[in-house]
């Protein structure tokens, strides 16, 4: 039996200021937001499941008014505080954050420079701050990591985006594929191998490498079914073990689910996650969200087409070596 290091996501609200061409929360000005008491009263459930590392997810987090609070009561439970941002706000944020125990922050850019980013996320100066955030909080001890939405639009700026990076001190990055509900074509899928594979080739040693599998699929028949369709890479067969780890909460809505992917699926194969609460109190791994859970470690390898990169690696490496790196998902 190996030892278990869970992963706790919470989406804690789901507004945002960003106007991403690819989110459901784009421009949002929806009001939930999780509350402190909530969060103090799942903690102890978190520890007794198994969860050593929290991350807070939107929307966008930052526009929390008690997520420093929350950051401080997670990191006094003895967790590993994470959130992921557009990076807007992080500047000047970043000092709070880390005396609260912020563990490891993630900022979503999609281009090499503000030129390109900031288009696609439709938010002039988003990725000049984005980028002195990163800096601000790997200099108060914060992880720094990157998350890049990558597609036809902008696998071609993937060289100079890994230059960037590396040179500003990030040290981890994640490449996840472009999911829409239309098929996604590339005119040269040839071309998208000789620009990226030297990205995920290059020496870790002098640069920034991506976590998890290519986007674009490691294997020859992973990236026939991805340049043909659509599908990105996912867990191998015959197991995911992403669900044995992780905990998904949708707070709007007091769902759990096994895998940060399957909040967003939009069909109806396989059960839709489990309740948050039983007789109205908060409880983690009960025998409907272990069911939901059972159901993904048989079936997602076959059914999930929505794996992000980091999740398909995770789960190989569990399968491969019975462990894998923390926050390596």
Known sequence: MRERQRYLFIRILEACNADCFMCEFALSRDTFRFSVEDFADLLPK??????????????????????????????????????????????????????AGLAQVIVSLDGSSGATHDVYRRSPGMFDSGLRGL???????????????????????????????????????????????????????????AVCDPVYDADPATWLVPLGKRF????????????????????SRPLCHVVDDVIYIDGKNERMYACSCLPHRDDDSGPGGAPLREGGAIS?????????????????????????????????DVARLGTATPWQY
């Open 135 to 193: 800096r601000e909080a790997a200099a108060l001890g914060v992880l720094p990591r990157v998350n890049t939405v990558v597609g036809p639009h902008n696998y071609d700026q993937m060289p100079e985006l890994q230059r960037v990076l590396t040179e500003a001190g990030v040290k981890q990055w994640e490449l996840s594929a472009l999911k829409l509900d239309r098929s996604i074509r590339y005119p040269d899928p040839d071309q998208v191998r």
């Open 216 to 235: 674009y699929g490691d294997t020859p028949d992973e990236q026939e079914r991805y340049f043909t369709e659509s599908q990105t890479p996912r867990a």
């Open 284 to 316: 983690l791994d009960t025998p409907v969200f272990r069911a939901h859970a059972d159901f993904f470690r048989d079936r997602g390898p076959e059914l999930c087409a929505g794996c992000s990169t980091t999740a398909a690696g995770y789960s190989d």
């Open 46 to 99: 978190a520890r007794e499941a198994g969860v050593g590392y929290v991350r807070f997810t939107g929307g966008e987090p930052l526009m929390h008014p008690d997520v420093v609070e929350l950051v401080r009561a997670g990191t006094a439970a003895g967790m590993r505080m994470s959130l992921i941002t557009n990076g807007s706000m992080l500047p000047k944020m970043a000092r709070a954050l880390a005396e």
